[in-house]
Every structure is written in C-alpha cells, then in structure tokens.
C-alpha cells in the first residue's frame, strides 16, 4: 500500500484544530461540583444546565478558531452553530466522560446524571453513545477533527451557500481520513467506524428535542443561551 502522508498544510490545520479543542475546555469546577456534594434531582438539574451551558460557549469558541469557518457568511455561521451544537455537545461530553475523569469519578457522574429527572428513554441511548465512543479510543486529535466534521455540515437547515461549507469540511474529512490510517493502521475500517458515530449523534440529537420539550412542559429552568441555540421559548 501506498504510504501515507500528510501535507504541511493539513499538518497545519490538524495543529489549528487541536490547539482550538484543548484551548477551549470546559471549567471543571462545574463538574467538579455535581462530583462532590450529594443532591436533589432538582439541584442536580440546576448544574447540569450549568455544564450544558458552558459547553456550548467552548464550543462556539472552538468553532470561531476552525480555519476558514468566520468567512463564511454570516447567518451561515449561525446556522451551522444551531444546527450542530446539540451534536457536538454529545461528542465532547462523550470524550470528557470516557477520557477526562478518573474512572471513579466516571460512575459518579453517571450516578448524578441519572438523578437529575431526565427521562429513561433518553438516558440509554446517551450512555450507550457515550460507551460506544469511549470503545473507538480516540485520540485528542481525531476527537478534535470529528467534532469540527460534525459542525461543519452542509446539510444542516437554512444553510444557503451549501457549496462553501462542503469545500471546508472536505478538507477536514481528508485530514480526518489520513489521520485514521497513520493513528490506527491495524484497522482498516476505522474512518468509517468514526463517521458511523456521526449517524447515531443525529438520532440523539432528535431524543435531545424530544427531552427538551418535556422538561419545558415540566416547567425547568434554562439559561438564555440555551433558549437561544435551541430556540427554547
Ligand atoms: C451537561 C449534561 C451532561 C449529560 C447529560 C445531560 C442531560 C446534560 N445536560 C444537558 C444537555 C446535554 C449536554 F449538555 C451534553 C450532552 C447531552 C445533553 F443532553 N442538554 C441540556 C439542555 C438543557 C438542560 C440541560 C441540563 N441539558
């Protein structure tokens, strides 16, 4: 087989990427929190909207650091932004939770989690994401290429200028693909295992919407970011 290489400019934009991704990461102090001390689902409710709230201001910094995407037109960003942060929440909190924490801590979170009032319909698709990423072993810079391949697509709605957006995650998807091989050459068929987690995150996203409304209906509490990206009223 031919050997692969990356150019020096997708050595570039990987080093661009990653130093974005680890830039950006989210305070611990949140997570720290809903480890330590014992709550009600109410409280524990409380700070995981803290968490998904500062998840999604990392990742509006991480996408304003991926090469090219602040030329895009403007309301593209925005759409770009709605339509995939949901998605990219999923693949950072499955990396924070398969890689960040010590396993101890792991089971404690996931404690927490499953006491803060969220429905059981949703909680074991999300932990059986979670586990299935946390199998893939991925390394901080295919995490980091991954999440910008999931923001940076075409397809997301009111998207107008399709062709730009394409031309930019191709290029990710190319330095995704070689990444692959050179991260994981025993393993044939292991970009196409990372892009198949891609499909599974849109039927999260859809349980997300779904959870969203119920705890709406239940009259929960959200932060005005939140009700921003996800057009929460
Ligand atoms: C921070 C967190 C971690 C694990 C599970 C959950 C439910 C959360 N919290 C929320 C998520 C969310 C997320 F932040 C990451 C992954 C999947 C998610 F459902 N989305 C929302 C939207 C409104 C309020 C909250 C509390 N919330």
């Known amino acids: 087989r031919e050997k692969v290489e990356m150019t020096k400019e997708q050595r570039a934009l990987m080093k ?14 949140v997570a720290k929190k809903l480890l330590q001390e014992q709550y ?11 968490m998904a709230t500062s998840q999604v201001q990392v990742l509006v910094e991480f996408t304003k650091n991926i090469p090219g995407f602040l030329s895009l037109d403007r309301e593209d960003q925005i759409a770009l932004l709605k339509g995939s942060t949901v998605e990219a929440m999923f693949l950072r909190s499955a990396q924070v939770f398969s890689r960040k924490m010590p396993n101890g801590h792991t089971v404690v979170l996931e404690e927490r989690i499953r006491k803060s009032g969220i429905p059981d319909e949703f909680m074991t698709p999300m ?19 991954l999440t910008a391949i999931t923001i940076l697509m075409p397809d997301r709605p009111y998207v107008k200028d399709h062709q730009a957006v394409e031309r930019l995650q191709e290029t990710m998807l190319n330095v995704l693909r070689k990444l692959c091989v050179l991260q994981h050459p025993q393993e044939q068929q292991y970009f196409a295992r990372l892009l198949g987690r891609l499909t599974e995150l849109r039927t999260l996203s859809h349980y ?3 959870m969203l409304t119920s705890w709406k209906m239940n009259d929960h509490k959200f932060t005005p970011l939140l009700c921003e990206i996800w057009d929460v009223q």
């Open 127 to 145: 932990f059986n994401f979670y586990k299935s990423i946390g199998e893939l072993h991925m390394v901080q810079e295919e995490q980091a290429i």
């Open 40 to 50: 009600s689902a109410e409280e524990n409710f409380l700070l995981l909207t803290e």
């Open 208 to 210: 997300h919407a779904e």
């Open 16 to 29: 661009a990427i990653v130093d974005a991704y680890n830039r950006h990461q989210i305070p611990q102090d």
